[in-house]
């Protein structure tokens, strides 16, 4: 499995931002995948996730600005940012877990079983 972020950068406060994600070796549609995030000295932090059923879940501070959506048959995971603020710093992890649903464990992430490198994301002026 082989999860691959790109589209990350620098953005003014405001501004927008897609993220994506290629899969490979495992269906987006199938199972649980999303986005969590990282700033250096922090705890990494759910940002959103998709089941298989296409039910979305996001953390509080990015509901309404940012939207997770997935091509089924592209097997590729996108993150929308919008309205962007300097707290969204931060390295963006595409994650997945054997599991059709993620409720059992977000927001947390002791279910995921596979994470990206990573793409960074800067939100400054």
């Known amino acids: 499995v082989q999860l691959v972020e790109s589209g990350g950068g620098l953005v003014q406060p405001g501004g927008s931002l897609r993220v994506s994600c290629a899969v490979s070796?495992?269906?987006?549609?199938?199972?649980?995948s999303g986005w969590f995030r990282q700033v250096p000295g922090k705890k990494r932090e759910g940002v959103a996730v998709?089941?298989?059923?296409?039910?979305?879940s996001y953390q509080k501070s990015v509901k309404g600005r940012f939207t997770l959506f997935r091509d089924g048959p592209k097997n590729i995971l996108y993150l929308q940012m919008n309205s962007l603020k300097y707290e969204d710093t931060a390295m963006y992890y595409c994650?997945?877990?054997?599991?059709?649903?993620?409720?059992?464990?977000?927001?947390?992430?002791?279910?995921?079983?596979?994470w990206g490198k990573g793409t960074q994301v800067t939100v400054s002026s």
């Open positions: 994650v997945a877990a054997m599991s059709a649903e993620c409720y059992t464990f977000w927001p947390g992430s002791d279910g995921l079983d596979y």
């Open positions: 070796g495992f269906s987006v549609s199938r199972y649980c």
């Open positions: 998709i089941d298989s059923d296409g039910v979305i």
